[in-house]
């Protein structure tokens, strides 16, 4: 079946995009004029409070609350200490950036080995032929083992392959999240370093919910189509998580490695970059260098509270994060968001650019691909199950609550074979 991204951009009120394959709907994201998204923009911001009891700050940068910076996500080059003991700050955070990144590296290559070799060793476990008798004995003899030799090697999912890709998952977080975790604080406590009315350049990470403001951070980072720039991020080249397989992570390294990346600057090459040659990455990574020195211009001239980098909008990000060669065309409905559309692909990606096609016919575009009523049914907080049971999906302010419940499927025996199989 055809995969086809879908564009309705027919109303200025709200855009909508839609990733379908065949008629079925796989990705669904929207946009409205009076409320667009905050995350990933960035500010240049004032302090307004410094609250000691929760080590954080809050600070005014546009919103329409102000925003809440906790202590362990403001770089030490905001402190205001001695520029001796700043320069410390900043070589301890280097070092403990290389050695995480080292961590992380290792870790990924044993899991992968580990999985490999189990992979090895059940295929080379060829089952014998036996009677009845010979089965039961032989399970009896070997059960202790078999329990212990689980589908899982540390967390991680063993799959049957014929190509390289050994372990199917190392990491569900997006390739934009693989930024560093922020190292604790030792040191120093919040209102000793940050000051009310000081200024810094701070991005959304979180949007505002509830009575809560926007969540923030001064570690920058700015995705592009096959890398994500990490300004002022002590560490040199990463490779995202989900990318497994150690020949493809050992030639990535590789390209990282050549960048030529600024001390203080971090780049992780995205999933998307796995097929890519190093001319198309270093051709993003340029891209992104020279988008962030426009920001620190901007920052420069500017005055607090004032935004100085919005994340692109919802065209561009969808055909930047969305977009992939399973994708046979684009189809857009209505005539600006056709030519957002078309002229982000021809910066993009030129030798796709025509698959991004205007639609115009007289039946709405996601009427013809049978979206709309697919709505409906996503909106449905009730998910009936293949086995007869259904959940219900009831989000919170903290928390999203999954109910799994049987329903109809009371085929088996037992509790525990009923609750598996649901």
Not at 101 to 110: F, G, K, P, Q, Y
Request: proline residues 4%.
């Amino acid at each position: 079946m055809a995969t086809r991204m879908l564009i309705d951009a027919s109303h200025e009120e709200e855009t909508r995009v839609v990733i379908v394959k065949g008629t079925r709907l796989e990705e669904f994201d929207y946009e409205t004029a009076s409320r667009k998204q905050l995350k990933g923009n960035i500010y240049l911001a004032k302090v307004t409070r410094v609250e000691p009891s929760l080590q954080a700050a809050f600070v005014e940068y546009g919103g329409n609350r102000h925003g809440f910076l906790p202590f362990n996500e403001i770089h030490p080059d905001y402190y205001q200490v001695p520029i001796s003991d700043r320069e410390v700050l900043i070589e301890q955070e280097a070092a403990a950036e290389r050695e995480a990144s080292d961590l992380e590296e290792a870790e990924i290559d044993e899991k992968t080995v580990e999985a490999a070799q189990a992979s090895s060793e059940k295929s080379d476990d060829e089952p014998e032929v036996m009677t009845d008798s010979e089965t039961s004995v032989e399970e009896d003899e070997e059960d202790g083992v078999i329990d212990d030799a689980d589908d899982t090697i540390g967390g991680l999912e063993v799959v049957d392959s014929d190509d390289d890709d050994i372990v199917e998952n190392l990491g569900g977080e997006d390739d934009v999240d693989d930024r560093r975790a922020s190292p604790p604080r030792r040191n120093y406590k919040i209102q000793e370093v940050i000051k009310r009315r000081q200024i810094l350049l701070v991005q959304v990470v979180k949007e505002e919910r509830g009575n809560k403001g926007a969540a923030l951070t001064t570690y920058i980072s700015l995705p592009g189509r096959y890398s994500v720039l990490m300004p002022n991020t002590g560490r040199g080249g990463g490779i995202s998580r989900k990318i497994s397989n150690p020949a493809d992570r050992k030639r990535l390294k590789k390209i990282a490695n050549e960048l030529e990346v600024p001390d203080g600057i971090g780049v992780i090459i995205r999933t998307a970059g796995l097929s890519r040659t190093k001319v198309e990455i270093k051709r993003d990574y340029e891209f992104l260098m020279r988008l962030w020195d426009d920001i620190r211009e901007l920052t420069l001239k500017s005055i607090a509270p004032y935004c100085v980098y919005e994340e692109a909008n919802l065209i561009k990000r969808c055909i930047r994060d969305l977009y992939n060669k399973e994708v046979s065309e684009v189809l857009v409905e209505g005539d600006n968001g056709y030519k957002v559309a078309k002229d982000f692909m021809r910066k993009l990606m030129p030798s796709h650019a025509k698959k991004v096609q205007p639609y115009k016919d007289k039946i709405p575009l996601f009427h013809r691909f049978q979206v709309e009523q697919q709505f409906a049914s996503m909106y449905n907080p009730e998910v009936q199950l293949k086995s007869g049971g259904y959940i219900v999906i009831n989000p919170t302010e903290a928390l999203v609550s999954i109910d799994v419940n049987s329903g109809k499927a009371t085929r088996e025996r037992n509790v525990e074979d009923t609750a598996t199989k649901t």
